[in-house]
């Protein structure tokens, strides 16, 4: 598997994490909103703690030396700040 993660997850972690975002994915359609973990962790019928577990790993990482807002002063044309 292509991983394009600042940190990489052992393959088994990934395995099982796109379990539970399918899972997610499918709650989803079937709930017309975003399920919680505790909808995800019923369905899979597994501990709520270790689904919110799996989940923060899926979060993206934002690097503390990007500036705050720099793609909201982009405009049309890719300049920033113009």
Request: a neutral charge; glycine letters at 4%.
């Amino acid at each position: 598997m292509n991983q394009t993660r600042t940190i990489r997850l052992p393959i088994h972690i990934v395995k099982e994490l796109n379990v539970y975002l399918r899972t997610a994915r499918e709650l989803s359609h079937k709930l017309d909103h975003e399920p919680s973990a505790e909808e995800i962790a019923e369905q899979l019928d597994k501990p709520v703690d270790d689904v919110s577990r799996m989940l923060r790993l899926n979060e993206r990482i934002t690097s503390v030396d990007t500036p705050a807002g720099w793609r909201f002063r982009e405009s049309a044309a890719g300049h920033p700040g113009r």
